[in-house]
């Protein structure tokens, strides 16, 4: 099928997308395209340009600091995924990568691309709350920073505004012996989560938890926090019952709808069974 | 600041790109909808690249764009502006099948072949990156290409084969 007719302007900077998305709204930022042409060919949006940033120089990194990671608006799902350096400091990076879609969207999809479209059932969201990471969004009023919490409004909305882009996005370092993991439950290779979860521990000298943090995918409007679970886990030793306490908590705090993945009740459930199987995983690291 | 917009088309307006495929520069103008696969197949002739879906999902249009393996129907033609791009066409030489399609025939990988130059492009990618792929590595590295006819096995063990015909005619991708 053919997409709609649209105009097409490639821009060799973001202050420049800037300036076209803020004089029109029907313009749309083209980074992987990996899911805006499928949107596209089925119609369901009309942008009047698509503003393709993919020339822009120097936003494909990945900068490994001593105190953040720096992660530029094209750096695509593959380039996580063989980031050996990344695989030994927060290994539930480039697993997530490696379970998003397949090799072909992922030689183009990007982070920021997949946060931009909000997509409730994506990957990176889960990872990326675990890790706290916060969103450099630049507009026409220059650059301002989103916690990750604070992104998500909804199903395929988010905080960003009146042309506002992704600039980039930061995960600050956490010093000590962090653990971490992603799993991903999904029906068939290639497709996207029924619910995903990711989790990041601290552990202390004695092998208690001194700090968690967990993101949750798939099981809401939009990707969550699970503030409660993080709570049953934080101070205590990791023992079975203290993480399936907290799994419970994580499940309760879920809200999935029914849908083709499964009924509300179902992907309930395997919210508890998935952040359990994502603590132990981290744990097991 | 100085800002140079490099390229800007209107929706009814046509643009001039310039694709190098199989090694041969090609230029023609193009709406900027045009998708990479309509401009391979009906601009310039390359009918291995296959339409088999709406979605992204099968992967028969795949193609190996500036070295990375790509659905050309998830590309606009505009975007591949300047770029090198490999298709199955491109895989023979001199009348000569490439080791990974003589590996495709050997082993039986295809029955009605829709699929089969996409698999082939994509196989070209898996073993450009991990020259010895495990059979879970292979089975993951086609997750992207749907097979509706051979049931996958005789398309793991051609590329297992595959593997084995590059390493011992030391050719690298
Ligand atoms: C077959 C298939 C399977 C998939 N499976 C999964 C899966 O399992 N898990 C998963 O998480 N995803 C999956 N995806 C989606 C994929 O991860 C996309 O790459 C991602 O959602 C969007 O990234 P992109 O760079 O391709 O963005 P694009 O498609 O180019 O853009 C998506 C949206 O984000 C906007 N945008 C892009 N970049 C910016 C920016 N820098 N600033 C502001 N707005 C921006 C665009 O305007 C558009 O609205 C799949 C896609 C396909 C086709
Ligand atoms: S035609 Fe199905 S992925 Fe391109
Ligand atoms: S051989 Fe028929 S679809 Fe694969």
Redesign the pocket.
């Known amino acids: 099928m053919y997409p709609p007719k649209f105009g097409y302007v490639r821009v060799s900077s973001l202050e420049e997308a800037v300036n076209i998305l803020n004089s029109d709204e029907n313009a ?9 042409m ?1 949107l596209l060919k089925l119609r369901l949006i009309k942008p009047s340009y698509l503003v393709d ?1 993919n020339r822009v120089p120097n936003l494909s990194y990945i900068n490994i600091e001593r105190d953040r990671i720096r992660i530029g ?1 094209l750096a695509r ?1 593959h380039q996580f995924e063989i980031n050996k350096e990344l695989w030994s400091i927060y290994p539930a990076i480039p697993e997530t990568a490696m379970q ?3 090799p072909q ?1 992922r030689n ?3 982070m ?3 946060l ?2 909000a ?1 409730p059932a ?3 969201p889960a990872t990326l709350i675990a890790f706290r990471a916060s969103i450099t969004a630049l507009g026409p009023s220059g650059e301002r920073v989103i916690p990750i919490d604070d992104f998500f409004t909804g199903p395929f909305s988010t905080a ?1 505004g009146k042309g506002e ?2 600039k980039e996005i930061v995960i600050s370092r956490v010093e000590g012996n962090v653990k971490s993991a992603y799993v991903k439950l999904e029906r068939k290779a ?3 989560a029924v619910v995903g979860v990711a989790v990041m521990l601290k552990l202390g000298g004695d092998g208690s938890i001194e700090d968690a943090s967990i993101g949750i995918t798939a099981a809401g409007p939009k990707p969550f926090r699970a503030r409660e679970a993080e709570k049953a886990l934080i101070g205590r030793k990791p023992t079975s019952d203290v993480i399936e306490d907290a799994a419970e908590k994580a499940m309760r705090e879920s809200n999935p709808i029914s849908d083709i993945r499964g009924s509300s009740d179902y992907k309930r459930y395997m919210v508890k069974v998935i952040t359990k199987r994502a603590i132990n995983k981290a744990l097991s690291r | 600041m100085v800002m140079s917009t490099t390229l800007k088309v209107g929706p009814e307006e046509r643009v001039r790109i310039r694709v190098r495929v199989n090694g041969v520069w090609y230029e023609r103008d193009v709406e900027p909808r045009k998708l990479l696969v309509h401009f391979l197949r009906e601009d310039l002739g390359f009918t291995s690249v296959h339409v088999g879906c709406d979605t ?2 099968c992967g028969a249009c795949t193609v190996i764009m500036n070295g990375v393996s790509v659905k050309s129907c ?1 590309v606009l033609a505009v975007q591949a502006d300047g770029a090198e791009i490999l298709t199955l066409e491109g895989l023979a030489k001199d009348g000569k099948l490439h080791p990974i399609q003589e590996a495709f025939w050997e082993k039986h990988a295809l029955q009605c072949g829709y699929c089969t130059p996409g698999m082939i492009m994509e196989t070209y990618f898996l073993l450009k990156e991990n020259p010895e792929p495990s059979e879970e590595e292979i089975r993951r590295g086609l997750a992207g290409n749907l097979c509706r006819c051979t049931g996958y096995q005789n398309i793991v063990d051609a590329v297992k084969l595959a593997s084995q015909k590059l390493k011992e005619l030391k050719m690298t991708l």
């Open positions: 749309k930022v083209l980074a992987g395209g990996q899911s805006l499928p940033i608006a799902h998003i879609g397949d969207v183009l999809g990007t920021a691309g997949s931009a479209h997509d994506a990957d990176w960003l882009v992704i290639g497709d996207f | 992204g999902h998830q």
